[in-house]
């Protein structure tokens, strides 16, 4: 079975502090892992998968097979950065997604 | 740009009531999704489609059904409404494994 964890439900830091939100996966294969972020009374989004290797809006996240992580960091962050930011895992192909419980960002100005 | 059309923002209805929920998608892809977003749950699968008049059960089906006579076209259907499928309701198309959302439906049942 395939299960995505977000320790953290709610994660403060201050604007200009550096950001990491946390990311394990439980998985038996080759996985496809993806962010998704939900600013305040907007649709959900994809903001990156691992396989692009890019940086969206300053965040980074790396696929750690060993530790079996994907965590989600930015050295600075923004106010704009506020909202709930979903991991998330996929066999691939046509598979079904699974999202884990979410950490909510709060940037203090 | 992909559009995923759910045909209502908020919806109010009654214990033992039977809701449809509707999501449209306009890009021609084969998978379509429905979630149901509870805090500290995230989301939680109920039903998907990888085709017209296919369904596999998600997580959590039960209490609901499927339809997808259409391509364009995944509607969630709750048999009979109960409390506790208060909740907001996410529909999502899929192409490459990225999955494109609705706005969401929020539903209440009293």
């Known amino acids: 079975a395939q299960r995505v964890t977000q320790p953290e439900k709610l994660l403060s830091v201050f604007k200009g502090a550096p950001v990491e939100l946390k990311c394990n996966y439980s998985?038996?294969?080759?996985?496809?892992l993806f962010w998704y972020v939900q600013y305040s009374r907007q649709r959900l989004q994809l903001l990156l998968r691992?396989?692009s290797r890019e940086s969206i809006k300053g965040f980074t996240a790396d696929l750690n097979k060993g530790e079996t992580s994907f965590h989600l960091k930015k050295p600075f962050a923004q106010e704009e950065d506020s909202a709930m930011y979903y991991c998330?895992?996929?066999?691939?192909?046509?598979?079904?997604?699974?999202f884990g419980t979410g950490t909510k960002l709060q940037v203090i100005p | 740009d992909v559009k995923v059309t759910q045909s209502s923002r908020y919806l109010v209805k009654r214990t033992g009531e039977k809701v449809f929920l509707e999501c449209v998608q306009d890009?021609?892809?084969?998978?379509m999704f429905w979630y149901r977003q509870d805090p500290g749950l995230g989301l939680r699968l109920i039903y998907f489609?990888?085709?017209?008049?296919?369904?596999e059960k998600g997580d959590i089906p039960e209490g609901y059904s499927v339809s997808r006579e259409k391509k364009e076209r995944f509607s969630l259907i709750l048999e009979s409404a109960s409390t506790n499928q208060t909740s907001m309701y996410l529909c999502?198309?899929?192409?490459?494994?990225?999955?494109?959302f609705g706005d969401g439906t929020r539903l209440s049942i009293l």
């Open positions: 999502a198309s899929q192409n490459e494994a990225t999955q494109h």
């Open positions: 489609s990888y085709d017209v008049k296919m369904k």
């Open positions: 691992h396989i």
């Open positions: 890009m021609d892809h084969e998978n």
């Open positions: 998985y038996s294969g080759s996985p496809e």
């Open positions: 998330a895992l996929s066999g691939g192909g046509y598979q079904k997604v699974t």
